[in-house]
C-alpha cells in the first residue's frame, strides 16, 4: 500500500540554521509533490510545488528538492526563525491534481528554538 | 480575494445523530475536496468534487457523503455519527485539477459524545 514517512519526532532546530525536513515515499508514482505548513488549530496552507521533472525549487528561504529514483523530497528552510515553528507536511498527487486526492504525510513540527 | 470558509466552526453531536458541514471555496475555484485529520491518522481524503461531480473518493464507510452545488459550494454529511468520528474536517478547493494548489479552509472541528 501506499505510504508516505516523514520525521515523527518532533524538529528542533536553533535560529539561524537551516532546518531540513524529509519526505519519504513507497508504492507511489506521483506527478507531482507538495509542501504545507499548518499552525494548531488551522487549515495548511501551501508553501511550494514541485513536478516529477523538477529536481529542485524555490521560494524566497524555502527550498525543495524532489528525487524520484530515492523517491524523497527534502525540504529546507534557511536563515530560520522562530515564527517559522509549526507543522510541515508534504503531500503527493496524481496526474489530475489541485486537491484531488492528495496523499498527505503525518506531518513533522518544527521547533525554531530563539 | 476571499478565501475557503467552513462552517461551523466547531460542533458537538451525540452518536447516533448526523451532521451536515458547508465549504464555501474561493470565488472561481470549481474543484473542492474533504479531508479528515486526526491525530493518529493525520489527514486522510474523503472525496473530491468538480462542477458538481464527484470524481474521487476515499476509503470510508458510506456513512459519509457529500455533494457540490452549481455555485461551487459543497456539503459533506456524515450519518450514525461514531465516537472515532471525532476530528478536523478539512475543506480545499483549487481552480481545476492539474496539480494546482489547494487552499483549505480553517476547519470544522467536530466533536462526538
Known amino acids: 500500500s501506499q505510504k508516505i514517512e516523514q520525521n515523527s519526532e518532533a524538529l528542533n532546530i536553533q535560529e539561524g540554521k537551516t532546518a531540513t525536513l524529509t519526505c519519504n515515499y513507497t508504492?507511489?508514482?506521483?506527478?507531482?509533490l507538495q509542501w504545507y505548513r499548518q499552525d494548531p488549530g488551522r487549515g495548511p496552507v501551501f508553501l511550494l510545488l514541485?513536478?516529477?521533472?523538477?529536481k529542485e525549487k524555490r521560494k524566497e528561504r524555502l527550498k525543495v528538492t524532489f528525487d524520484t529514483t530515492l523517491k524523497q523530497s527534502l525540504f529546507h528552510i534557511t536563515a530560520s526563525q522562530p515564527a517559522d515553528s509549526a507543522t510541515y507536511l508534504c503531500?503527493?498527487?496524481?496526474?489530475?491534481?489541485?486537491?484531488?486526492?492528495?496523499?498527505f504525510g503525518k506531518g513533522t513540527h518544527l521547533i525554531i528554538q530563539p | 480575494k476571499a478565501g475557503v470558509t467552513q462552517t461551523p466552526r466547531y460542533l458537538i453531536k451525540t452518536r447516533g445523530q448526523q451532521v451536515t458541514l458547508s465549504c464555501s471555496p474561493i470565488?472561481?475555484?470549481?474543484?473542492v475536496s474533504w479531508y479528515q485529520q486526526t491525530p493518529g491518522q493525520g489527514l486522510q481524503f474523503l472525496f473530491e468534487?468538480?462542477?458538481?461531480?464527484?470524481?474521487n473518493k476515499g476509503n470510508f464507510p458510506g456513512r459519509f457523503s457529500g455533494r457540490q452545488f452549481s455555485n461551487s459550494r459543497s456539503e459533506m454529511n456524515v450519518s450514525t455519527l461514531e465516537l472515532g468520528d471525532s476530528a478536523l474536517y478539512l475543506c480545499?478547493?483549487?481552480?481545476?485539477?492539474?496539480?494546482?494548489?489547494?487552499?483549505f479552509g480553517q476547519g470544522t472541528r467536530l466533536t462526538v459524545v
Open positions: 468534487y468538480f462542477s458538481e461531480t464527484q470524481r
Open positions: 514541485i513536478r516529477e521533472n523538477e
Open positions: 508504492n507511489y508514482s506521483p506527478a507531482y
Open positions: 503531500a503527493l498527487g496524481r496526474r489530475g491534481g489541485g486537491a484531488d486526492g492528495l496523499t
Open positions: 480545499a478547493s483549487s481552480t481545476q485539477q492539474g496539480g494546482t494548489e489547494a487552499f
Open positions: 470565488s472561481g475555484h470549481r474543484s
